[in-house]
């Protein structure tokens, strides 16, 4: 495998393994942080990590290094735009997780959200602040590319409301 461009399913492999040797003091912040940055680099690998990391066990997210936080923060748009875009989803699918009685889901949906909240509040402030704006925007059916977004996620007026909520979260 090659971290120069890898594939989705690769980057969500490294990234785990990178997380795991983490968690057991085997990768130093910042040789993770080295690692992490060049996966942000590529589309693939942007969305690997953050798939992996969010969703996983592993307490990265949860107790993000400084060195970690510089490279997200370095990542501009991008980072902010995954992490917006998976703070809409886990919410909304929190909502479905909840409609179906599946609190595992559930909880694992809440947590997600809770890790992108943490996320968005360590970043560039006005650039999160506009995109979550947007998004707002897009829950009152205003601004066409995150209407798409949620359009194409098929998110009822529930879901909406509660990523909205989400999104107001993100400044308290």
């Given amino acids: 495998m090659s971290t120069e461009t890898p594939s989705f399913e690769e980057a969500m492999n490294i990234s785990m393994h990178w997380c795991n040797a983490w968690e057991n003091g085997e990768l130093s ?3 993770l942080a080295d ?33 970690l936080m510089m490279e997200l923060r370095s990542g501009g748009e991008k980072v902010i735009d995954i992490t917006v875009r998976n703070l809409a989803m886990s919410t ?25 909240i943490e996320i968005l509040r360590l970043l560039e402030p006005n650039a999160v602040k506009k995109r979550l ?7 009152n059916g205003k ?5 798409l977004f949620l359009q194409k996620w098929k998110y009822d007026h529930v879901q909406k409301l ?11």
Avoid: W
Wanted: contains cysteine; glycine residues 4%; charged residues 25%.
């Fill in 29 to 31: 912040d910042e040789v």
């Fill in 35 to 67: 690692r992490v940055a060049k996966l942000l680099n590529t589309k693939y690998g942007l969305r690997g990590f953050f798939v992996t990391t969010l969703a996983s066990d592993c307490p990265l997210l949860d107790r993000l290094p400084d060195a």
């Fill in 92 to 116: 909304a699918m929190a909502v479905v997780h909840s409609r179906n009685s599946n609190k595992v889901l559930q909880i694992t949906s809440e947590r997600i959200t809770a890790r992108c």
């Fill in 133 to 139: 704006e947007t998004l707002l925007s897009a829950t």
């Fill in 143 to 147: 601004g066409e590319d995150d209407i």
């Fill in 162 to 172: 509660a990523i909205a909520k989400s999104i107001k979260s993100v400044a308290n």
